[in-house]
């Protein structure tokens, strides 16, 4: 299951498979010492490990370079629960510097366990780069981690906001295979920042409602929503989502799922401003246990014909609505969201 996996690996990284390999190396006695670990990825200039540092069996990334004649200079990363520091090499080893990124206690296992996944995404990523370049990358990546977990709010998201953040995730997801790049999908995710549409890409404006269960009816909440002036084209998809703790996702799994198709730097900053602008915590991972399959979609065009509320048809005196949209009276605006989604770029 983990080994010698390089940039060919089969391996689906993912956060059970992370913590199961910490608990294979939580059986040895108690009273060792030192660094146990199992190799995940091994590349031309360096190898990355996963491992147990006893006695304290902190759960560990091990960074392993062969570059012996470059400095590699580690600047202090300051964040509380986390280390990131210089160790002595392995005995028997061909790799003459070692880095570890540890937890410590007041650290919860998920939010570390997502930070390594994205570390080890990143490396199979970049797995071309110098073991100098790859360092200093690893660096600048986890000072984005860093910046982003101490503007946390300590709020949580409601039930219904769960599903409104995993529906546009929902969609992120499926809009990466057709964008031009890496940053323009990031790009076109509009909805945490307030603007009137969740997203709006080269030729088409998606709007993203959610519902939970056998509701049949959407709140569009406000006259801009879904307003057509200046687009050429808005599509209104609806998900529904169930309650399923057997097959279902939680919105960390949502949120993992995007972090592993990210490897810009600049590209994974935007997308966890855009996560903290929209409410979602990583340290509030643990209070995010419900999770959710999707029962069905529906995607609309809306057009001139499209019963809504737009400035053009409500007096100006009103300034603010809120309504209701039944969804079984509107199968004559149907579309399909996939054919949608591919004429978007």
């Known amino acids: ?77 300051e964040l509380t629960g986390l280390v990131f520091n210089k160790n002595e090499p392995l ?18 296992l998920t939010v570390f366990n997502t930070i390594c996944l994205d570390l080890l995404t990143f490396a199979r990523h970049n797995y071309k780069l110098s073991g100098e370049r790859y360092f200093n990358a690893i660096k600048n990546r986890l000072n984005i981690w ?68 056998d509701e049949i009816a959407v709140q569009i909440s406000n006259i801009d929503q879904l307003d057509t002036t200046n687009i050429d084209k808005l599509v209104l998809s609806i998900f529904q989502f169930l309650e399923d703790s057997e097959n279902g996702k939680t919105i960390n799994q949502f949120v993992d799922s995007i972090i592993s198709n990210i490897s810009c730097d600049k590209t994974l900053h935007l997308f966890l401003t855009k996560l903290g602008l929209s409410g979602y915590d990583l340290q509030d991972q643990k209070h995010y246990g419900l999770k959710f399959s999707l029962k069905n979609e529906h995607s609309f065009s809306v057009d001139s014909d499209f019963p809504r509320l737009v400035k053009g048809n409500v007096a100006t005196e009103i300034t603010s609505v ?12 149907k579309v399909d969201l996939a054919e949608q989604i591919k004429d978007s770029y």
């Open 91 to 108: 005995k028997s080893s061909i790799y003459n510097q070692v880095f570890v990124l540890s937890k410590q206690e007041n650290q919860d």
């Open 146 to 213: 860093i910046e982003f977990l101490k503007n946390g709010d300590g709020k949580h998201l409601s039930l219904r906001k769960q599903i409104g953040v995993i529906g546009e995730l929902l969609l992120l997801d499926k809009l990466k295979q057709y964008s031009p790049s890496e940053i323009a999908w990031m790009n076109s995710w509009k909805g945490p920042e307030r603007h009137s549409k969740d997203f709006i890409t080269q030729n088409i404006a998606f709007e993203i409602k959610a519902i939970l269960n």
């Open 322 to 333: 809120k309504y209701k949209l039944d969804l079984s009276s509107l199968s004559s605006f």
């Open 1 to 77: 299951m983990f080994g010698k996996n390089g940039r060919e690996s089969s391996v689906d990284l993912n956060s059970g498979e992370l913590i199961d390999a910490w608990k294979m190396l939580s059986v040895k006695k108690a009273d060792s010492s030192g660094i146990c670990s199992i190799p995940l990825d091994i590349f031309e200039e360096f190898r990355i490990s996963i491992a147990l540092v006893y006695p304290e069996k902190y759960e560990t990334l091990l960074f392993e370079f062969k570059e012996k004649s470059v400095d590699l200079y580690l600047s202090e990363l």
